[in-house]
T-cell receptor, first 111, second 114 residues
Framework: SQQGEEDPQALSIQEGENATMNCSYK?????LQWYRQNSGRGLVHLIL?????REKHSGRLRVTLDTSKKSSSLLITASRAADTASYFC???????????FGTGTSLTVIP | EPEVTQTPSHQVTQMGQEVILRCVPI?????FYWYRQILGQKVEFLVS??????SEKSEIFDDQFSVERPDGSNFTLKIRSTKLEDSAMYFC?????WGHGELFFGEGSRLTVL
């Protein structure tokens, strides 16, 4: 299965600290995306990084992609209580038009 | 801002009953998806739909499931004879492009099968 795996499963930090989440996947991809899910809500797209990119920034988010290791990381800098949510990576499978989601990292930011 | 809307937000049904979950994708999107998430667990792909036909489906999407775009706006997921294990949050999503762009998700329909 292509499904990604996020690590850690749960992360608890103090407001103002940085949060780093990792994602590993199994087969070649065209792109990798990160999504956020507040409890009981739908998923919201955060950032997309293509297979030929190594790093991408969006506001307080920084995403890296290492295709040789089949892994990605999401860094949230200067975290806020409002960043408390689950974060999922999603990969395509280089063929087909479906996205595979990982198991998610549950982030808690303590005010 | 355009959004994907889903109805109902919560449905409770008896095992063996048919359920239809409805979605209105973003109007200029061409690709539509259903995902499900059992409480607190991973988000699982069910099916993708393009040009009025299924593009891909997962092993979860068996003969009990069907999708339809009955008019120009709605995209429905039907479960013919619900089982207890169908209890989950079902998310509809749409995208402009095939496989390479952002997915826009609805808020989900929570299905509880008793």
């Amino acid at each position: 299965s292509q499904q990604g795996e996020e690590d850690p499963q749960a992360l608890s930090i103090q407001e103002g600290e940085n949060a780093t989440m990792n994602c590993s996947y199994k087969t070649s991809i065209n792109n990798l995306q990160w999504y956020r899910q507040n409890s009981g809500r739908g998923l919201v797209h955060l950032i997309l990084i293509r297979s030929n990119e190594r790093e991408k920034h969006s506001g307080r988010l920084r995403v890296t992609l290492d295709t040789s290791k089949k892994s990605s990381s999401l860094l949230i800098t200067a975290s806020r209580a409002a960043d408390t949510a689950s974060y999922f990576c999603a990969t395509d499978a280089n063929t087909g038009n479906q996205f595979y989601f990982g198991t998610g990292t549950s982030l808690t930011v303590i005010p | 801002e355009p959004e994907v809307t889903q109805t109902p937000s919560h449905q409770v049904t008896q095992m063996g009953q048919e359920v239809i979950l409805r979605c209105v994708p973003i109007s200029n999107h061409l690709y539509f998806y259903w995902y499900r998430q059992i409480l607190g667990q991973k988000v699982e792909f069910l099916v993708s739909f393009y040009n009025n036909e299924i593009s891909e489906k997962s092993e979860i999407f068996d003969d009990q499931f069907s999708v339809e775009r009955p008019d120009g706006s709605n995209f429905t997921l039907k479960i013919r004879s619900t089982k207890l294990e169908d209890s989950a949050m079902y998310f509809c999503a749409s995208s402009v492009t095939w496989g390479h762009g952002e997915l826009f998700f609805g808020e989900g329909s929570r299905l509880t099968v008793l």
